[in-house]
């Protein structure tokens, strides 16, 4: 089974709902296989907001990655 990876940190609210939603779609196709192998990346939302403000793409996908 492949591991897939979130940006969270924008807000754990957010973060939890969407995980949810993620858990769920998968357990709908996998009855057999409790949950999948999920990173979740928890970004400053400072530094992040401040990258995104700049229009520096490139930097902002460093660092996301």
């Known amino acids: 089974m492949k591991k897939i ?3 969270g940190g924008l ?3 957010s ?3 969407y ?6 779609a998968f ?11 999920i990173l979740i990346y928890s970004a400053n939302i400072n530094e992040f907001m401040k990258i995104a403000g700049e229009q520096d793409w490139k ?3 460093k660092f996301v990655t």
């Open 15 to 17: 973060t939890i709902d």
């Open 59 to 61: 930097k902002l996908f």
């Open 27 to 37: 357990n709908t196709r996998h009855i057999d296989l409790a949950y999948p192998e």
């Open 5 to 7: 990876g979130i940006l």
């Open 19 to 24: 995980y949810t939603v993620i858990i769920e």
């Open 11 to 13: 807000g754990p609210e």
